[in-house]
Nanobody
Framework: QVQLVESGGGLVQPGGSLRLSCAAS????????MGWYRQAPGKQRELVAS???????NYADSVKGRFTISRDNAKNTLFLQMNSLKLDDTAVYYC??????????WGQGTQVTVSS
C-alpha cells in the first residue's frame, strides 16, 4: 500500500521561502517520475513541478525560476524548495506520480499560505 505524506507547509510572507517534503512508502519510489501539485480554493489541482527518475525536471511557467524540485531516492523522499513566494502560491500542495497521477495515492497535502 503506497503512502505519500507531505509536510513543510506553513504561513509565510510574500518573498519568503519554504521547503516541502513528501515521504513515500510502500512502493519502488525511485523508478517513477514524481510531481508536486497544488490546489488553491475554488481552482482545479495543477501540476507545478515534476522530476523524472533520472532527475530531469520540468516546471509550470508560474513557478519557473522560483521553485526547485528534487528527490532523494535513497530516502524515498521528494522535495520542493519554494523561494520568492507570492500571494498566488497559496494552496494545498500534494505529491503524486507525474504526469499521470495515481488517484488513490493522494495524501492529505500540506497547506502553504502566503500572506502579509
Amino acid at each position: 500500500q503506497v503512502q505519500l505524506v507531505e509536510s513543510g507547509g506553513g504561513l509565510v510572507q510574500p518573498g519568503g521561502s519554504l521547503r516541502l517534503s513528501c515521504a513515500a512508502s510502500g512502493s519502488v519510489f525511485s523508478i517513477y517520475a514524481m510531481g508536486w501539485y497544488r490546489q488553491a480554493p475554488g481552482k482545479q489541482r495543477e501540476l507545478v513541478a515534476s522530476i523524472t527518475s533520472a532527475g530531469r525536471t520540468n516546471y509550470a511557467d508560474s513557478v519557473k525560476g522560483r521553485f526547485t524540485i528534487s528527490r532523494d531516492n535513497a530516502k524515498n523522499t521528494l522535495f520542493l524548495q519554494m523561494n520568492s513566494l507570492k500571494l498566488d502560491d497559496t494552496a494545498v500542495y500534494y505529491c503524486n506520480r507525474a504526469p499521470v497521477v495515481v488517484a488513490h495515492h493522494w495524501g492529505q497535502g500540506t497547506q502553504v499560505t502566503v500572506s502579509s
